[in-house]
């Protein structure tokens, strides 16, 4: 049998491979005026922000991890199945451009870039007002004007590569996110596993769809075992998707139970893995102060094919020892515990990790509190400085995306 190129079942197994976004000009289009349209809260400087991710992307080649680059699988898809035009048509229908002379003159401009691996960075990118000519159509919508400066919003969260698609078995959920800022990047995954000379025609399982109605996001969607999935009930993530993905996952897949947690519509808690990842076969990162009645709910499938809802009322350790069948769970909790450290360096990405491995994990090396007590339950660091793309709100897990990790 052919190997299946996505194999991801569990969040700790040996990772063989990746997707990264290597920050582009897109955060050259932040404007302090309208952060909070695209989903951010500062600026950072692009040329450090690409010096700290490319450290990522070595880091991750030095420990055998093969990485890929979603700029060029999608470029690699398009071109794979000369589908230039069509991307390009798809693209242009969610940028929300209303003029007919305008979306020509886009069209237009891009299908001019010889390279589509060029045309997909534009894409990425956005358009400002003044880099496009004025378009004298007739319409109303031509001559209004406004003070935005875009013509095409930027897509500055891209090299958070969590969110848009998330893998698990053999497949992947291709999502609906929770803000149009967002949801438009969701595109390129569809290309990708629509078009993609290894990862598209059928090769990869699909258990979502970006045109489902509700919205769930890969941040929210963590696989603890070949058995178990997590899911967050989050400000980006759908109780109602989470039955929808339990229901194909039960039917198609090994997964025996989903638990749904309940972490409330927080900023500062967007998904579930910025304040909960899992670090060894039986070690969590865990923000302490969602700890305090959390809520979880036990999926599981019934033998008629209908899914068994059940909420859990025990200690969240406790829960985690049934659902992975380990005798101890070990909770290990941001800035130790301490709640002005867990504040500050939960904020920064404490708790958001990226397992390489049992027991090795890339981090901030910011967060110092946090990763002394990660040190003193022996873990291995692998420490990346994080002073410009901590900027966007996400840690090493939320910008990766693995596609194989050696099973457990």
Not at 6 to 12: K, L, Y
Request: include cysteine; hydrophobic fraction near 40%.
């Amino acid at each position: 049998m052919t190997e299946r190129p996505i194999r991801v079942f569990s969040e700790i197994g040996k990772l063989k491979k990746v997707v990264l976004h290597r920050p582009g000009k897109e955060l050259e289009n932040l404007v302090p005026d309208f952060l909070p349209r695209l989903l951010f809260d500062d600026i950072p400087f692009l040329e450090d922000a690409q010096k700290e991710h490319d450290a990522f992307a070595d880091a991750l080649r030095e420990n055998g991890v093969e990485v890929l680059y979603l700029e060029r699988l999608v470029a690699d898809a398009i071109d794979a199945a000369d589908v230039k035009e069509q991307f390009v048509d798809e693209w242009l229908a969610e940028t929300g451009v209303q003029s007919d002379a305008m979306l020509k003159a886009l069209k237009d401009h891009l299908l001019a870039i010889p390279d589509t691996f060029d045309m997909v960075l534009k894409t990425m990118e956005g358009f400002r007002k003044t880099e496009m000519p004025d378009v004298s159509g007739t319409s109303l919508s031509d001559k209004y004007e406004t003070d935005y400066p875009f013509i095409v919003d930027p897509m500055p969260n891209l090299y958070f590569t969590r969110d848009p698609f998330a893998t698990m078995a053999h497949g992947v959920t291709l999502n609906h996110m929770y803000s149009e800022t967002r949801n438009r990047e969701t595109l390129y995954g569809k290309y990708i596993f629509d078009h993609h000379p290894e990862y598209g025609n059928g090769a990869v399982d699909r258990f979502y769809n970006r045109e489902e109605a509700t919205r769930i996001e890969g941040g929210d969607e963590l696989v603890l075992s070949k058995d178990v999935l997590a899911v967050g009930i989050s400000q980006r993530t759908d109780a109602r998707s989470i039955e929808k993905l339990a229901n194909r996952l039960f039917k198609e897949t090994g997964f025996k139970r989903i638990l749904a947690f309940l972490i409330g519509e927080n900023r500062k808690f967007m998904h579930l893995d910025t304040v909960f990842t899992m670090v060894d076969y039986d070690k969590f990162t865990i923000h302490p102060e969602i700890e305090g009645g959390l809520k979880v709910w036990d999926l599981t499938p019934n033998e008629d094919g209908t899914v068994n809802i059940v909420e859990r009322e025990d200690q969240l350790d406790v829960i985690l020892q049934d659902a992975l069948g380990v005798e101890k769970v070990h909770l290990i909790r941001c800035g130790g515990g301490d709640p002005v450290a867990a504040a500050r360096e939960q904020w920064n990405d404490g708790s958001n990790t990226l397992t390489i491995a049992p027991g090795v994990v890339v981090v901030y090396d910011r967060n110092t509190v946090t990763n002394k007590v990660l040190e003193e339950y022996g873990l291995k660091l692998i420490k990346l400085r994080g002073s410009e793309l901590v900027r966007g709100r996400g840690g090493p897990r939320c910008m990766s995306m693995p596609l194989y990790r050696e099973d457990i």
